[in-house]
C-alpha cells in the first residue's frame, strides 16, 4: 500500500501538468473560434456554448484519431470481417507507431541526462542511425537471407548512432567541451552526411528527383505485429519495451548504472569515490546514441521502408520533453512516448475535422513541460498539500564545472 501511494504520488504532478495543458488548450481554441466569438453581442450563451462545443468536438476528434473509432470499433466485433478490423484498429496501432522511436530516444535521453550529460543530438544520431541501417541492408542485398539482414541492418544504424555518440562523450571527457555544443553541431553534420550520402547512386532510388534512397521493403522488413491490411505496427514497437526493461536494469540494479547516476548527481563527489567520470560520460553518450541508432533503423527498415532527408522529424527534440515528463525514468519513458503518440497521430483527425492547427499539439506539449517544470505552479493551482521530496536530476541539480578528466 505504501509502494502505491508513493507510485500515484509520484504520477500526480505528470497527469495534472497534461490535465491543466489541455485545459488551457481548450481555453485557446475557444479564443480563436472567430465564428462563435462573433455571435457574443447577439447571443452571449450560445456562442459560449457554441465554443466550448467546439473544444469537445476537436478533444473528441483528437482522441477517436488516437485510440479509433467506437462505432467502427463495435462494428468490427459484429461482422468479424478482415477489413473491418483492420479499420478499427489502425488508429491505435498508428499511436504506438507514432511512440516507437520516441520510446528510443526517449531512453537515450534518459541515460545521458542520468549521467549528467545532456545529449540534444537525438535527431543527429537518429540520423546516422537510419544511414547505417540503409547502406547495410543495399550493401547486403542477395548476399545472405532477409533474417540476417535484418539483424546486421539494425545492429550497423545501432553502432552508427553508438558512435555519433560517443564522439561528444569523448570531447567531454578528454578537454571538457560542452555536449550540448557539440551534440547540435552534430546535427547540421549529420544532416549535411545524409545528404551528401543520398547523392551516390549506388543509395539513390533512380530516377528520384528528390534524394531518397532505393526502397527497403523489398530487400529487407520488420516482420509486423498484426498481420492486418493497412496496419504497420512492426516487432520494433516489442524491441522498444525490451530496451526500456534493459535500461531499468542497467541504472537500478548494476553497478555501472550507480556510477552512471552517481555521476550525474555529483561528479566531483563521484571521482573522489575513485570512480572513472570520463569514462561514465563516454558511456552514457555512447548508449544514448545507440538507442537513437536503433530508433532509426527500424523507422528506415519497417515504419517508413525508405530513407529521406527528414527521417528524424524533430523526434530527438521531442525525445527530450518526453523524458523530462517522465522524470528520466524507462517506465515513465514508455508512458510519456504513449502520450505523445496519441497527441501526434490524434491531431491529425482533429485537425481535419475541427480545422484547428496541428501547431496547437506542440502549443500543448510545451505547456506540459513547462507545468511539469514547475511542480509548485501545479501544486498551488490544484491545491495539494504535502508532497514527496523530488528525486534530483541533471535537470534540478548542479554539476561542477566540467573539466577534461582521464577516462
Not at 511539469?372 to 535537470?395: D, F, H, Q, Y
Request: net charge positive; aromatic share 6%.
Amino acid at each position: 500500500m505504501k509502494a502505491l501511494r508513493r507510485l500515484l504520488g509520484q504520477a500526480a504532478i505528470p497527469v495534472l501538468s497534461v490535465i491543466t495543458a489541455l485545459l488551457f488548450g481548450g481555453v485557446v481554441i475557444v479564443l480563436t473560434d472567430f465564428d462563435q466569438l462573433s455571435k457574443i453581442g447577439t447571443d452571449p450563451a450560445g456562442a459560449i456554448l457554441g465554443a466550448i462545443g467546439g473544444v469537445a468536438k476537436a478533444y473528441g476528434a483528437m482522441l477517436t484519431g488516437a485510440f479509433g473509432d467506437p462505432t467502427r470499433i463495435q462494428t468490427a466485433l459484429r461482422t468479424g470481417a478482415t477489413k473491418d478490423i483492420a479499420t478499427a484498429i489502425r488508429p491505435i496501432t498508428e499511436t504506438l507507431v507514432a511512440s516507437m522511436p520516441l520510446i528510443f530516444c526517449g531512453l537515450g535521453v534518459a541515460v545521458s541526462f542520468r549521467a549528467g550529460m545532456f545529449n540534444i543530438g537525438g535527431d543527429g544520431q537518429l540520423r546516422l542511425g537510419a544511414l547505417g541501417a540503409t547502406i547495410a541492408a543495399i550493401g547486403l542485398a542477395g548476399k545472405m537471407p532477409p533474417g540476417l539482414i535484418l539483424v546486421a541492418s539494425i545492429a550497423a544504424g545501432t553502432a552508427a548512432g553508438a558512435f555519433w555518440g560517443f564522439i561528444p562523450g569523448l570531447l567531454k571527457a578528454r578537454t571538457g567541451a560542452h555536449e550540448v555544443i557539440t551534440t547540435i553541431m552534430l546535427n547540421y553534420v549529420s544532416a549535411l552526411v545524409l545528404f551528401f550520402a543520398l547523392r551516390s547512386p549506388d543509395l539513390r532510388a533512380a530516377g528520384s528527383t528528390v534524394p531518397v534512397s532505393k526502397v527497403l521493403t523489398p530487400i529487407v522488413d520488420v516482420p509486423k505485429l498484426i498481420t492486418l491490411p493497412g496496419i504497420r505496427l512492426d516487432f520494433g514497437f516489442v524491441v522498444a519495451l525490451v530496451m526500456a526493461l534493459l535500461c531499468s536494469w542497467l541504472l537500478f540494479r548494476t553497478t555501472k548504472g550507480f556510477e552512471l547516476r552517481a555521476s550525474g548527481f555529483n561528479l566531483t563527489a563521484a571521482r573522489y569515490a575513485g570512480m572513472s567520470a570520463g569514462g561514465s560520460m563516454m558511456l552514457a553518450m555512447t548508449i544514448s546514441g545507440a538507442l537513437a541508432g536503433m530508433a532509426g533503423g527500424f523507422l528506415v527498415i519497417g515504419t517508413v521502408g525508405q530513407l529521406s532527408l527528414d527521417v528524424a522529424g524533430g523526434i530527438g527534440f521531442n525525445a527530450i520533453a518526453l523524458a523530462l515528463l517522465a522524470g528520466l525514468r524507462p517506465g515513465g519513458v514508455v508512458l510519456a512516448a504513449l502520450l505523445f503518440g496519441a497527441l501526434t497521430n490524434g491531431g491529425k483527425l482533429m485537425g481535419v475535422e475541427s480545422g484547428i492547427p496541428v501547431d496547437l499539439l506542440f502549443f500543448i506539449m510545451a505547456l506540459v513541460i513547462m507545468f511539469v517544470a514547475a511542480p509548485g505552479l501545479i501544486r498551488g493551482m490544484w491545491r495539494i498539500k504535502g508532497s514527496a521530496k523530488p528525486e534530483a536530476t541533471p535537470a534540478t541539480t548542479p554539476t561542477a564545472p566540467a573539466t577534461p578528466t582521464t577516462p
